[in-house]
Every structure is written in C-alpha cells, then in structure tokens.
C-alpha cells in the first residue's frame, strides 16, 4: 500500500462517496451557516482595519476547523471535496460582503452624499446575483461537456 492508501483508509478520516454535490442537504446548511459566519469576518475586517484580506485563506481555515470538530455530522467533512466546496462558499460570501456590498455602502458617504447608498446597495446587490447566475451557468455548461473535448481544451 502506498502511504496515501494508508493514510486515506486511516480511521476517523472518512471516506469519499460517489460524488460530493452542493445541493446534499446538510452540505448546503453548514455551508450557508459558515458563509454568514465569513461575510460577518470579511465586513469586519473592511469597517475597523480597512482592509478585504484573503477570503481563500479566511475560508480554508473554517472549513478545516470546521471538520475537525468531534461529532458525526462533521466527520464527513474530512473529504477534501467537501472542504473545498465550503471554503469556496466562504472565500465568495467572505469577498462578496467585504468588497462588493460594504463598499458601495461606504463610498456614498465618504463623498458626503449618504442619499445614495441605498441605490448603490441595491445596483451592487443586483450585480452579485446577475455575477452568480453567471458563474452558475458557465460551471453547468463546463460540466457538460463531453470529456473528448474537455480533454482537448485543457491541453492548450
């Protein structure tokens, strides 16, 4: 056995199923859960030191945290997929409250003109989705490619 063998069949780390998917009940739960918990470290960190940090660090570390926590629910979250598909639902809610919603906010009124925050609340909060749907369907038609062409594309 190689030692990755080994280490992957280790007990307590918990093994892959199938196929992590993103809409497993209580992957997207603690995901969104987790994400609240990031977007309020991402508008913190912008509001009292004025900075946007690395939200893929920020994610990883709550993610990992997160399933190293000694209960049966979070054993799952051992799979480095499920890992990585919280940290990415942290680092975009983490980044998305920090720059693209806090900002629009703050710019209003540090020209002196609070009477356009709402608007640039509201065009930022537009943006976000209109971003998101976009990546949605850009991930769905990846994925739906067939692997003959997936394959020749990476090459380049």
Known sequence: MTPMQTELNAPGVAQPAARSRFMEPVLLLVSVALSV???MIGMQLIVS??????????????????SRIPLEVTRRFRVLERQNLVQ??????TFG???SLMIPIGVPYAMGMPELATPMLIGAVIAMFVDGACCTSCSAARSSRPRHLARRHRHR
């Open 49 to 66: 030191l004025g900075i946007s940090a690395n939200t893929s660090i920020i994610g990883a570390l709550i993610a990992i945290v997160f």
């Open 88 to 93: 990415t639902a942290i680092s975009s809610a």
């Open 37 to 39: 918990f990031g977007a």
């Open 97 to 99: 409250a920090a720059n």
